[in-house]
């Protein structure tokens, strides 16, 4: 399918990010967002750098003013009719979903794809809403979208290979790395290892032994960030959202404990802190306080919440050591056990791992002149004092030779 018209669904940050990164190509491009005075703000805010670029004339001039020409914000869905691809961003709750698909069902026509920018959710699960279901699946960006170099592609249970190709082609198309997701799960691919290190550290915390600054700063020996400051710009309700819908969007009873290699459980600090309203850096407040440009640790808070997830104290301290070594396997686990499961394919883990997170190598470049024999060693101490989620897997598990 020749795709040269693109509707973006939302009006929050992802839906403007995959926009910005819309703009700078040839495609006709329709924002829609609900609301008529958020548009009217977006229009300002999007269109104010081409618009300066367009007074200036020459070629660069030209070039802007084809853009601007290009592009519509708008409230009116019936704007999205002719376009060949929807991009949707709503809130990432299944029924908000499900509701603006069945009416996009009814207005765009009939040949076009459909796709949600979801990061947890079963595109199948919101495909039912429509009658396109073998054109529908899930064309994940990740946030900030305009840098990132790679997008999932999430098929339902219904697309045709045709569906998945022609996202393929459009992805590269906009200068990006596809990466297939083979099958539906919880986190999709990247996400899941994303979070498998996230939540470590998080829980790391919960077991009361450890600050958040503390971790982070273990984490930051080999990655850009770490997994507590990394969930305070992911934000902790999208976290908690994301697990409550789970269930629901699956159709399995606790199906992210179940595929998550034995955690303990989702790590329970995040139910504490959405209840106390500290949902990350967008309200001030989180694993850290924020005022301005300026962070704070917060360490009396978590001294006083600790003991009420007493239950979840099941561990050893560890030293900076064990801590470190936590974070790190996570990630290589989660990568090991998605290429296990035929998620992913380990070059495009590697890919989008390595950049997100900033490490030297991606989890398989780094076992193929690692010493699996000391990894081993390693990933057995760490499941007798940190529990089985850190239990050898694939390469890990099998004897080595002597």
Not at 5 to 11: F, L
Not at 171 to 196: F, S, T, W, Y
Not at 202 to 228: K, N
Not at 323 to 348: C, K, N, T, Y
């Amino acid at each position: 399918m020749n795709i040269q018209k693109v509707g973006i669904v939302g009006g929050g940050k992802m839906a403007i990010e995959v926009f910005k990164l819309l703009i700078d190509t040839d495609l006709e491009v329709v924002l829609w967002a609900r609301r008529s005075e958020a548009v009217a703000e977006l229009e300002e805010e999007l269109k104010r750098k081409l618009r300066r670029k367009a007074k200036k004339g020459g070629d660069l001039g030209a070039e802007a003013e084809a853009r601007l020409a290009r592009l519509t914000i708008t409230s009116d869905l019936e704007a999205l009719r002719d376009v060949d691809l929807i991009s949707e961003s709503v809130t990432e709750l299944l029924q908000p979903k499900r509701d603006i698909f069945a009416q996009l069902d009814r207005i765009v026509k009939p040949e076009a794809l459909f796709t949600t920018n979801s990061s947890s959710l079963a595109p199948s699960s919101i495909a039912v809403a429509t009658n396109r279901r073998e054109r529908f699946a899930g064309l994940h960006f990740f946030h900030p979208a305009s840098l990132l170099g790679f997008v999932e592609i999430i098929p339902t249970r219904w697309t045709v290979p045709e569906t998945s190709e022609a996202l393929a082609a459009f992805v590269l198309r906009l200068g990006r790395r596809p990466i297939p997701v083979q099958k539906e799960i919880p986190g999709h691919l990247v996400n899941r290892i994303l979070m498998a290190y996230y939540n470590e550290g998080s829980g790391i915390v919960g077991e009361g032994y450890w600050e958040p600054g503390q971790v982070d700063r273990i984490g930051r020996r080999f990655a850009l960030m770490g997994p507590c400051e990394s969930m305070d710009q992911a934000s902790i309700d999208m976290a908690v959202n994301g697990y409550r819908s789970a269930d629901e969007s699956y159709g399995m009873e606790n199906v992210v404990e179940r595929l998550s290699r034995g955690f303990k459980r989702f790590p329970p600090v995040y139910f504490k802190m959405f209840n106390d309203g500290r949902l990350g850096q967008k309200v001030g407040l989180g694993f850290y306080r924020y005022e301005g440009n300026t962070r704070s640790e917060d360490p009396e808070y978590f001294c006083s919440i600790c003991p009420d997830l007493i239950d979840y104290h099941r561990v050893d301290a560890g030293d900076a050591e064990a801590v470190e070594q936590r974070l790190f396997f996570s990630i290589l686990l989660e990568a090991i056990s998605m290429v296990e499961h035929g998620i992913g394919a380990p070059e495009d883990i590697d890919a989008a791992i390595r950049q997100i997170l900033g490490l030297e190598k991606g989890p398989f470049a780094y076992l193929e002149t690692a010493d699996l024999g000391r990894l081993q060693a390693i990933c057995r101490d760490l499941e007798a004092r940190f529990g089985p989620h850190l239990a050898p897997l694939g390469v890990l598990k099998a004897p080595q030779n002597v």
